[in-house]
T-cell receptor, first 119, second 115 residues
């Protein structure tokens, strides 16, 4: 079974600065997807960014980028120019890419990192 | 606007009572999911359904039941057999089958408190 580990329960960053959230995972599969979800105080889960394991290029979405290290099974999220609206819980998640069996569509989540933005 | 609705936002029940949480989507998505969120534990999968009239147990299905009579609806019943029902429950949906990647969209969640 796959596992996802987020070792930083809480992080804080000064507004306009850059912060990196860590995520490691364990899997025996060679192809899969990785995601970062944001959960603000409203508790609505919002997809921030995704990465396909077969792609070597790191995904980028505006101020959000990832550092995907497949051999190290590491998937960190970098937030540049941090804004007050970035304050939230951030969850790393894993999903198998195989469509051959029911159940592979499920997401396996880490325990989350609470990010605080300091004005 | 397309999306997922969950009602109610807050739900209170007495211990020993069954309670049903509603989840409706108008995204024409095939798959639907129920997750439970507890402090410090992330989200855990309870049940999921790929198509109407079919559903599968997730990692923590004990004490829960679901039905999928319509594509748009996937209600979750928390039974009296669930030992620790107080939690935040999230419903999600996604397209499946025809494309290799698809995002799961989440509803706003229901906070269930059982006393």
């Amino acid at each position: 079974a796959q596992t996802v580990t987020q070792s930083q329960p809480e992080m804080s960053v000064q507004e306009a600065e850059t912060v990196t959230l860590s995520c490691t995972y364990d899997t025996s599969e060679s192809d899969y997807y990785l995601f970062w979800y944001k959960q603000p105080p409203s508790r609505q889960m919002i997809l921030v960014i995704r990465q396909e394991a077969y792609k070597q290029q790191n995904a980028t979405e505006n101020r959000f980028s990832v550092n995907f290290q497949k051999a190290a099974k590491s998937f960190s999220l970098k937030i540049s120019d941090s804004q007050l609206g970035d304050a939230a819980m951030y969850f790393c998640a894993y999903r198998s890419s195989s469509l051959t069996n029911f159940g592979n569509e499920k997401l396996t989540f880490g325990t989350g990192t609470r990010l605080t933005i300091i004005p | 606007d397309g999306g997922i609705t969950q009602s109610p936002k807050y739900l209170f029940r007495k211990e020993g009572q069954n309670v049903t949480l509603s989840c409706e989507q108008n995204l024409n998505h095939d798959a639907m999911y129920w997750y439970r969120q507890d402090p410090g534990q992330g989200l855990r999968l309870i049940y999921y359904s790929q198509i109407v009239n079919d559903f599968q147990k997730g990692d923590i299905a004990e004490g829960y039941s679901v039905s999928r009579e319509k594509k748009e609806s996937f209600p979750l019943t928390v039974t009296s057999a669930q030992k620790n029902p107080t939690a935040f429950y999230l419903c999600a949906s996604s397209i499946r089958l025809t494309i290799p990647y698809y995002e799961q969209y989440f509803g706003p969640g229901t906070r269930l408190t059982v006393t």
